[in-house]
C-alpha cells in the first residue's frame, strides 16, 4: 500500500462523523462566529477553546448513555457536557474552522471531586477522561475544555489556559498545593468517539451505576455542589 502524504493523512480528521457532526449548520455558524476576527489557524484554536470552556459548563451529571447526547451538535444545545462532550464539541468546531482534530482518551485519578460525586463512583479514578488534539503549526497539541472559568474558581484550581502552540492539560496541584489531578492510562487517539469502547470502560469500573434495578447516572448541578 502506498504511503498517503501528510495533507491526506490529515484528511481524515476534517471530516464530519457520527459524533464529530462538523457540518451541523449549528456548529458551523458557531465556529464562524467565535473565529470571525482570528487572523490564524492558532488564533481560531484558541479563540474555540476558550468559547467551548466557558460557554459549556462542566457537569459529569449530564452523562446518559445515548449516542444522541454524545453529537457535538447536541452538547452545543444543552450548552453543558462533561469532559468527553465538551472534547467532541471543540473537535467540531475546529473541523468547521478547518483545523484537524481528533479525541485523546486517558484513565485518570481526580482529587477534586465533590462528596456525593466520590461516594456515588465509590472511587477517585475516573475512566476514558476526554481531552481535544488540534493540528497546528505542523504537530498535534493538546487542549482540554473540560472545566469552566467558574467552576474552577469554586473548586480553587487555575483554569487551564491554552496558547495553540503548548499541551493544555490538568495541573497536577490546586492553588493550595493539593494533587488535582493524575494521569494513570493512556487509551490512544482516534478520529471519532470510540463510543462502545467507552460505555464498556464505565461499565466495567463502575457495575454499580448500571443494569437492571440499578440507580443509574443520577441529576443534579454539579457547581453548586463544590
Known amino acids: 500500500m502506498p504511503q498517503l502524504r501528510p495533507e491526506e493523512n490529515l484528511r481524515i480528521f476534517l471530516q464530519p462523523t ?10 458551523i ?6 473565529t470571525r476576527n482570528a487572523a490564524s489557524d492558532k488564533d481560531k484554536a484558541v479563540a474555540l477553546y476558550y468559547a467551548v470552556r466557558d460557554r459549556v459548563r462542566y457537569s459529569p451529571y449530564s452523562l446518559v448513555f445515548d449516542p444522541d447526547h454524545f453529537r457535538a451538535s447536541w452538547v452545543l444545545e444543552q450548552r453543558v457536557g462533561f469532559c468527553v462532550q465538551k472534547s467532541i464539541l471543540l473537535a467540531a468546531a475546529a473541523r468547521a474552522a478547518e483545523i484537524p482534530s481528533r479525541l485523546g482518551f486517558a484513565d485518570v485519578r481526580n482529587h477534586l471531586a465533590t462528596e456525593r460525586l466520590l461516594a456515588l463512583m465509590r472511587t477517585d479514578e475516573f475512566v476514558f477522561h476526554c481531552y481535544t488534539e488540534l493540528h497546528l503549526g505542523g504537530r498535534w497539541v493538546k487542549a482540554t475544555p473540560a472545566f469552566n472559568r467558574s467552576l474552577c474558581e ?61 440507580p443509574g447516572w443520577p441529576g443534579g448541578e454539579f457547581e453548586q455542589e463544590v
Open 29 to 34: 455558524e458557531f465556529a464562524g462566529s467565535v
Open 154 to 214: 469554586r473548586f480553587r484550581v487555575r483554569p487551564l489556559e491554552f496558547d495553540g502552540k503548548s499541551d493544555s492539560i490538568f495541573h497536577p496541584l490546586d492553588l493550595s498545593g493539593q494533587k488535582h489531578m493524575e494521569y494513570l492510562r493512556d487509551h490512544g487517539s482516534f478520529a471519532d468517539l470510540p463510543y462502545d469502547r467507552m460505555v464498556e470502560s464505565f461499565c466495567r469500573a463502575y457495575p454499580h451505576l448500571f443494569g437492571e434495578g440499578r
Open 18 to 27: 457520527r459524533f464529530i457532526d462538523c457540518d451541523a449548520p449549528a456548529i
